[in-house]
Structure formats: structure tokens, C-alpha cells
């Protein structure tokens, strides 16, 4: 069996910046960022408001 390092690459891959869905998980990203960011708010909240009701 040959080996030929002058050899083509048989296939390429494209770039992440120009296939559409890295941008389609980037944008999923920031979304579950912002949830998360509002989840964690408002039960911080409800703590917060539960603490000076028992006070």
C-alpha cells in the first residue's frame, strides 16, 4: 500500500462563522443565557421578599 503525502484532502470542512447553524446555536445560547439569568432572578426575589415577610 502507497502513501502519497502530495496527496488532496478528499473532503473540507467549512468554516464555523459560514455554516448557518452555528449561528442558529449561538443565538440558542444566548437565549438559555437570558432564561437562566431570569430564573435566577426571580427566585432570588421570592427569596429576598420570603425573608423580610418572615421578619
Not at 442558529?24 to 429576598?48: D, E, K
Request: glycine share 6%; aromatic share 4%; charged share 15%.
Amino acid at each position: 500500500m502507497q502513501h502519497n503525502a502530495n496527496a488532496a484532502p478528499t473532503s473540507r470542512a467549512e468554516p464555523a462563522s459560514r455554516h448557518p447553524a452555528s449561528e442558529q446555536g449561538i443565538s440558542r445560547q444566548v437565549v438559555a443565557g437570558v432564561v437562566t439569568a431570569l430564573v435566577c432572578f426571580t427566585s432570588s426575589f421570592a427569596v429576598v421578599l420570603a425573608g423580610l415577610k418572615a421578619r
